[in-house]
């Protein structure tokens, strides 16, 4: 349960040092707590009293708003782009008041390449971080998914361009995704971005990846990278199929044993078994185990261990 101390201002403004996430004064921090789906789709369940929810009763620290920019009502394709700026930024003002930490994902899936929209998201990255220049509390997610023919040295020339914008104004984590839906980690590893403060994304989804990628994953951590786990699920990749439940164990396991930062894809109830919240619960916020799908259940409980450390 929350306690009177809110997460920011127990740890303040993060920084990476040595590989990892760290606190105002040098002490790892680890970041946890839910994404949301495409907030042109779900809307409803980004909300004050659903963050707050999130906070209290499932031990978040952190809240992660996506931003579709390819699919259907995306930024970049035919969506609202005041009303989706609008809800960011309700939603930065939300977790403020909460003292919570906030990642803004410009969700790069299907354009495949950062580059595609790479003007669009300089434009917004822009306005977005001249309006929270000061603030403390927000993490920038760059691109979340870079995939198929986006390798890492086209990743690179985006990133390249982003961070420095970001830099005129912030000096914030900003966390840059990796080739492969964001699971080539090796690659940031061999050619590393030259600018502070960067963690490479990671994600899995317990079902479809294995001990392969948990050993990948191990490897690039102790060598000294920076790595952020901003979406997590505990299905195949494609958000359904069936919960492995031995897979998801070993997952949790490796993520409390390297001490990472981890976002649970989705809170919404989108009918997929990746959605926390069950497809008939119209309840937005103060959820009771009922409404919880299974995947729900078990990204809440992975919460309170984190909490627990």
Same mark, same amino acid.
């Given at each position: 349960?929350?306690?009177?101390?809110?997460?920011?201002?127990?740890?303040?403004?993060?920084?990476?040092?040595?590989?990892?996430?760290?606190?105002?004064?040098? $002490?790892?921090?680890?970041?946890?707590?839910?994404?949301?789906?495409?907030?042109?789709?779900?809307?409803?369940?980004?909300?004050?009293?659903?963050?707050?929810?999130?906070r209290d009763e499932w031990h978040c620290n952190c809240f992660r708003i996506a931003l579709y920019t390819h699919e259907y009502g995306g930024y970049c394709s035919g969506g609202d782009r005041d009303e989706l700026k609008a809800l960011v930024q309700k939603t930065a003002e939300?977790?403020?008041?909460?003292?919570?930490?906030?990642?803004?994902?410009?969700?790069?899936?299907?354009?495949? @390449?950062?580059?595609?929209?790479?003007?669009?998201?300089?434009?917004?990255?822009?306005?977005?971080?001249?309006?929270?220049? $000061?603030?403390?509390?927000?993490?920038?997610?760059?691109?979340?998914?870079?995939?198929?023919?986006?390798?890492?040295?086209?990743?690179?020339?985006?990133?390249?361009?982003?961070?420095?914008?970001?830099?005129?104004?912030?000096?914030?984590?900003?966390?840059?995704?990796?080739?492969?839906?964001?699971?080539?980690?090796?690659?940031?590893?061999?050619?590393?971005?030259?600018?502070?403060?960067?963690?490479?994304?990671?994600?899995?989804?317990?079902?479809?990846?294995?001990?392969?990628?948990?050993?990948?994953?191990? @490897?690039?951590?102790?060598?000294?990278?920076?790595?952020?786990? @901003? $979406?997590?699920?505990?299905?195949?990749?494609?958000?359904?199929?069936?919960?492995?439940?031995?897979?998801?164990? *070993?997952?949790?396991?490796?993520?409390?044993?390297?001490?990472?930062?981890?976002?649970?894809?989705?809170?919404?109830?989108?009918? *997929?078994?990746?959605?926390?919240?069950?497809?008939?619960?119209?309840?937005?916020?103060?959820?009771?185990?009922?409404?919880?799908?299974?995947?729900?259940?078990?990204?809440? $409980?992975?919460?309170?261990?984190?909490?627990?450390?």
């Open positions: 349960m929350f306690s009177d101390i809110t997460p920011f201002q127990q740890h303040g403004k993060l920084s990476v040092m040595d590989g990892r996430l760290t606190g105002k004064d040098g $002490e790892p921090v680890r970041l946890f707590g839910m994404s949301s789906h495409g907030i042109a789709w779900y809307p409803q369940f980004v909300s004050l009293e659903s963050i707050r929810t999130l939300w977790t403020k008041k909460l003292g919570m930490y906030l990642i803004i994902d410009w969700h790069v899936l299907g354009e495949h @390449s950062p580059n595609v929209y790479k003007y669009e998201a300089m434009d917004f990255f822009e306005e977005i971080c001249s309006l929270y220049a $000061e603030r403390e509390d927000i993490l920038y997610e760059i691109c979340n998914e870079p995939n198929r023919s986006a390798d890492w040295p086209d990743i690179c020339l985006y990133a390249e361009d982003i961070v420095p914008l970001i830099r005129r104004y912030t000096d914030a984590v900003v966390i840059v995704g990796t080739p492969v839906w964001s699971q080539e980690i090796e690659r940031a590893m061999e050619m590393p971005l030259r600018e502070e403060n960067i963690m490479y994304a990671f994600h899995f989804y317990s079902t479809t990846h294995k001990q392969p990628l948990r050993d990948k994953l191990e @490897s690039c951590v102790n060598a000294g990278l920076p790595v952020f786990i @901003s $979406e997590f699920g505990v299905t195949d990749a494609a958000g359904g199929g069936y919960i492995d439940f031995e897979e998801t164990e *070993q997952w949790f396991d490796l993520i409390e044993r390297l001490g990472l930062s981890c976002i649970n894809w989705n809170l919404s109830n989108c009918g *997929q078994l990746c959605g926390a919240i069950d497809p008939d619960c119209t309840r937005l916020s103060h959820w009771i185990e009922s409404d919880l799908t299974e995947s729900g259940r078990l990204a809440k $409980e992975l919460f309170e261990r984190l909490d627990s450390r």
